[in-house]
Nanobody, 126 residues
Framework: QVQLVESGGALVQPGGSLRLSCQYSGFTLTYYTIAWFRQDPGKERVGLACIRNVRNGDDNTYVADSVKGRFTISRDSAKNTVYLQMNSLEPEDTATYYC????????????????WGQGTLVTVSP
């Protein structure tokens, strides 16, 4: 059974940093892509980054242009956890952040991803 549990959302000041965690279970990253999306109420879901382990042990990663240079995605295989490091946060980054996964997906199209976590709220405000 695939499970995704996000944590790390918080209130942070503009310019600050935050690291979100997604603990996953029920699959191995070699066969699944994990991605981060965010959504404001009433707005479309926005893809941020994704990661997938390849068979030689390396990770393929992708970060959307909209957050490249500020956000990075990584994983700790020993902890079955994927991280989203967010730096230089702006009020526009305020949203609920979701960890998602799928065996066939790659990229930032939300409809590709079958499994979604419950989300964690990030608020960027003075």
């Amino acid at each position: 059974q695939v499970q995704l549990v996000e944590s790390g959302g918080a209130l942070v000041q503009p310019g600050g940093s935050l690291r979100l965690s997604c603990q996953y279970s029920g699959f191995t990253l070699t066969y699944y892509t994990i991605a981060w999306f965010r959504q404001d109420p009433g707005k479309e879901r926005v893809g941020l980054a994704c990661i997938r382990n390849v068979r030689n042990g390396d990770d393929n990663t992708y970060v959307a242009d909209s957050v490249k240079g500020r956000f990075t995605i990584s994983r700790d295989s020993a902890k079955n956890t994927v991280y989203l490091q967010m730096n230089s946060l702006e009020p526009e980054d305020t949203a609920t952040y979701y960890c998602v996964a799928d065996g066939w997906a790659w990229g930032m199209a939300a409809d590709q991803y079958v499994y979604w976590g419950q989300g964690t709220l990030v608020t960027v405000s003075p």
